[in-house]
């Protein structure tokens, strides 16, 4: 599942095949930002059969919207979460791959492995 995963990831963010990709990579590290973030886990949800589960996109990548609303968003999100934000990485989405679904408690699980 990794090599399909691995091969998924540089074909839509263009990696050149030097480029070294790990499992341990995070999404930030291959300059997916918040606005590519909904896009690209689409994509990847799809390609993979993933059911969305719990997944929550503020915990992996930061709020949009102008600089008011962000900061609002993040203190509620915060609060109310317990939590703060998680470098979503490749084993993540290699271990939601497998499950064939997102759980939060088991792709982040995977990761502290």
């Known amino acids: 599942m990794w090599y399909?995963?691995?091969?998924?990831v540089r074909r839509?963010?263009?990696?050149p095949a030097q480029k070294i990709i790990t499992p341990e990579t995070r999404l930030e590290d291959l300059h997916i930002r918040s606005d590519d973030a909904d896009h690209f886990v689409d994509l990847f949800?799809?390609?993979?059969?993933?059911?969305?589960?719990?997944?929550?996109r503020s915990r992996y990548f930061p709020v949009k919207?102008?600089?008011?609303?962000?900061?609002?968003?993040?203190f509620t999100s915060e609060r109310r979460n317990g939590s703060v934000r998680v470098p979503l990485t490749l084993r993540m989405l290699t271990t939601a791959a497998r499950l064939g679904e997102w759980r939060t408690?088991?792709?982040e699980r995977a990761e502290r492995r």
């Open 4 to 8: 399909e995963v691995e091969g998924f």
């Open 12 to 15: 839509q963010l263009r990696e």
């Open 45 to 56: 949800f799809l390609r993979f059969g993933i059911e969305p589960g719990d997944y929550d």
């Open 65 to 74: 919207g102008p600089w008011p609303v962000r900061l609002v968003r993040k």
């Open 105 to 107: 408690e088991s792709v």
